[in-house]
Each structure stands twice: as structure tokens, then as C-alpha cells.
């Protein structure tokens, strides 16, 4: 019966490492899938164009465009402001149809 007795310290012993082992495996595969989630939301982060279908007034084609706009029309807001980036400027997006923006 000795014999019988060293098993079960074995067994706690091989139980417990497989216990760690699956628990770590686990945790990685949690991690590689919320690292996957999160480089999904990256990639939807951000300006995307709108949907320009009927806000161009029956003009056609209406298409998305990015619209900078021109540091004269901001000249105001920067005498204003004192510590505005000369190198930071808003992008937004528009319908465009023509030489026409609409609003989307």
C-alpha cells in the first residue's frame, strides 16, 4: 500500500501542472482575440466618407469628398487663439456634385 500512497502526490502534482498549463493557454487565446478586437476598432476609428445618396438635390453624380479648408477663412479664429498649431487644420466630409458641396 506505500506505493499506492506516493501516486496521489504524484497525481496533485501532474493535475496541477495541467491545471497551469490550460489556464495560461486560455488567457492567451483571451488576449489574442481581444488584441484582434481591438485592432478591428482601429481600423473603424476615424473619419469614414458619408453616404451621399439623395443630398445632392437630383444632381448626379454625388460623390464623398474630403473639404480642407483654407487658412483664410480661419484667419480670424487664429488671431483669437494663441496657441493654435499653424500645422493642425480640420478635415470634413461633404457631397460633392459639380463644383458643388452639399452637406451630407
Not at 504524484?10 to 496541477?16: D, E, F, K, N
Not at 469614414?48 to 469628398?65: L, S, Y
Not at 483669437?80 to 458643388?100: M, V
Request: net charge positive; hydrophobic share 30%.
Amino acid at each position: 500500500m506505500a506505493p499506492s500512497r506516493n501516486y496521489p502526490l504524484g497525481l496533485r502534482v501532474a493535475v496541477t501542472l495541467i491545471l497551469i498549463f490550460s489556464i495560461s493557454r486560455s488567457v492567451q487565446r483571451v488576449s489574442s482575440s481581444y488584441s484582434e478586437t481591438l485592432q478591428r476598432r482601429k481600423m473603424l476609428l476615424g473619419s469614414r466618407p458619408p453616404g451621399c445618396v439623395d443630398k445632392c438635390m437630383n444632381c448626379r453624380p454625388c460623390k464623398a469628398t474630403l473639404v480642407i479648408p483654407s487658412h483664410d477663412q480661419r484667419k480670424g479664429y487664429r488671431e483669437s487663439s494663441h496657441r493654435e498649431d499653424d500645422s493642425y487644420y480640420l478635415l470634413s466630409w461633404k457631397c460633392i456634385c459639380g463644383d458643388k458641396l452639399f452637406h451630407p
